[in-house]
């Protein structure tokens, strides 16, 4: 069974940064890819960005240029960078693991608030 835990959420000004953190103990990051989501209040969850077990990443196309997704994959860690942030950055942030042949696993989440 992957656990997931994510970290790093916050109050930020607008144009401000934060890195989010996902621990995905007992993961195989061969065969595990990761993706950030968020949802904002009265919203659907919506993907942010992702990367394969290979380390292509994917972004949606409102957070180009701003966010990074990277991996560590000594540790089994995934983070998100985020930079320039802007209020409608504002949701709580879901980490989500997907291994090959075993399953699919989000964390609790982690709120990210944007404002002056």
């Known amino acids: 069974q992957v656990q997931v835990v994510e970290s790093g959420g916050g109050l930020v000004q607008p144009g401000g940064s934060l890195r989010l953190s996902c621990v995905a103990s007992n993961s195989d990051p061969r065969i595990c890819s990761v993706s950030w989501y968020r949802q904002a209040p009265g919203k659907e969850r919506e993907l942010v960005a992702s990367m394969s077990n290979t380390g292509t990443p994917n972004y949606d196309a409102s957070v180009q240029g701003r966010f990074a997704i990277s991996r560590d994959r000594t540790r089994n860690t995934a983070f998100l960078t985020m930079n320039n942030l802007q209020p409608e950055d504002t949701a709580a942030y879901y980490c989500?693991?997907?291994?090959?042949?075993?399953?699919?696993?989000w964390g609790q989440g982690t709120q990210v608030t944007v404002s002056s």
């Open positions: 989500q693991i997907y291994c090959w042949r075993i399953g699919t696993f």
